[in-house]
């Protein structure tokens, strides 16, 4: 059974490994060059957090690959994406400091760069973000690429600094997304970021009964790494034959510090929001019971039992998030395996007689089980950097004496904070 067992833990962990050791892989795509021709191929995006300064592109039946910037190419897509190529104005004073005579409508540089396409249409919304200038967007008229204008400024002042903010993008939406009368009111509630724009362009196509295409990003695989702490409530009870000191005793609850690190490893898209969640952590429980015996009126037998066990625990869980609002739910479920460092396995038994008193001392566990698994259920909530969990685990016990059977249930409750995203 513990190889079975074993067997499922590999898997997780093969699965983990391929996961986070493979690059970004070519995927079936395309280019459409300067003279306008449309190349078949396979196309791999170097980054996946910010909008790509060049392409990989590989042509079908070639080996070769070429390295394509902005200004060689019109447009490049996947299955994921469709960027396009485009000489624009980019913003690289926002949340900069400035005087007042900085411009809060000229703080920028021309340049030819790849735009991400976001909502396509007879009005598309473009995307842009790379390692310097913070998120930009961007909508086609018939002059070419118009930046919405979104742009903020802090003024040294004598006493104290002024936030200034530019929003000049409503104004433009508002000339742009024409034929709608609710989306004044809309645009006013519109915020600079892609799910509110989205959202607004989405109304807006609703309103004049138009159809639309949205390109949803690919969302490449990532890693976060937490520690957690929290507490672990240990139950044990044993069954069998021949062992009533354990087996009529009822072992108390056991409340112990656990503790450890977390690795969340993202899937890909096509799994939706599940991750591999792989930890290590410390845990313990220790458990004490009296158990009486009466023969009869001139013999009794009264057994103290002491047991417990700390553990190096590695555990292999799936996990899925809910995303609501500023927080997201998630649950997991998966195997636990637990190696013992160190036992408490004591027993003091005191038999009278109608003569005599003996007192015997020795292993209250025969065979003491060095490793142990178990089964995951558990739930919780995160927000931003912050977690909590609540988590149930069954186990299979401290014992593997033939004719001794046992079993460990366990609630933890773990608090967990992300170190590494």
Not at 149 to 155: A, G, K, L, R
Not at 219 to 245: D, M, P, W
Not at 345 to 356: A, F, G, I, L, P
């Amino acid at each position: 059974m513990r190889v079975s067992f074993s067997i499922l833990t590999v898997i997780f962990l093969v699965i983990e490994i391929n996961i986070a050791c493979s690059g970004n892989p070519f995927e079936s795509g395309y280019i459409i060059t300067r003279n306008k021709d449309t190349i078949r191929g396979t196309v791999e995006i170097i980054t996946s957090k910010s909008t790509p300064g060049e392409v990989l592109f590989r042509e079908t039946g070639a080996n070769s690959v070429t390295v394509y910037s902005p200004s060689a190419l019109l447009e490049f897509g996947t299955a994921y994406d469709v960027y396009k190529s485009a000489a624009v104005k980019l913003n690289y004073r926002s949340y900069q400091f400035g005087d007042l005579r900085d411009s809060l409508y000229n703080d920028y540089l021309i340049d030819t760069v790849f735009l991400r396409l976001i909502v396509s249409g007879d009005k598309e919304l473009l995307y842009y973000k790379d390692s310097i200038s913070p998120e930009m967007f961007f909508i086609k008229n018939e002059f070419g690429y118009e930046w919405l204008i979104h742009s903020n400024i802090t003024v040294k002042g004598r006493k104290k600094n002024q936030r200034l903010t530019n929003n000049n993008y409503i104004g433009q939406l508002i000339l742009y997304l024409t034929g709608c009368s609710s989306m004044n009111l809309v645009l006013s509630n519109t915020s600079y970021d892609m799910e509110s724009l989205v959202k607004a362009f989405q109304h807006y196509y609703n309103c004049i009964n138009s159809s639309v295409e949205l390109y949803k990003p690919k969302e490449y695989k990532h890693i976060e790494l937490y520690a957690i702490a929290g507490v672990s409530f240990t139950k044990t009870g044993f069954g069998g034959n021949g062992y009533s000191y354990l087996t009529e005793s009822n072992f108390p609850w056991s409340a112990d510090f656990s503790g450890g690190v977390a690795v969340d490893v993202f899937l890909p898209e096509i799994l939706g929001r599940w991750s591999i969640n792989n930890e290590v952590i410390f845990t313990s429980f220790h458990s004490a019971s009296t158990h009486s015996y009466n023969d009869n009126e001139q013999s009794s037998a009264v057994t103290h039992t002491d047991i417990g066990a700390s553990y190096l625990k590695i555990n292999n869980m799936l996990r899925s998030k809910i995303p609501l609002l500023d927080v997201s739910l998630f649950f997991n479920f998966g195997l636990s395996n637990g190696f013992t460092l160190s036992t408490t396995n004591k027993m003091k038994q005191v038999t009278t007689d109608s003569e005599d008193i003996h007192i015997y001392e020795g292993k209250a566990i025969p065979d003491f089980r060095n490793y142990n698994f178990g089964f995951i259920v558990g739930f919780g909530i995160k927000y931003k950097r912050f977690s909590a969990e609540a988590r149930y685990e069954i186990g299979n016990g401290v014992t593997s004496t033939t004719g001794l059977s046992s079993n460990l249930n366990r609630f933890y409750i773990f608090m967990g904070y992300k170190i590494l995203n």
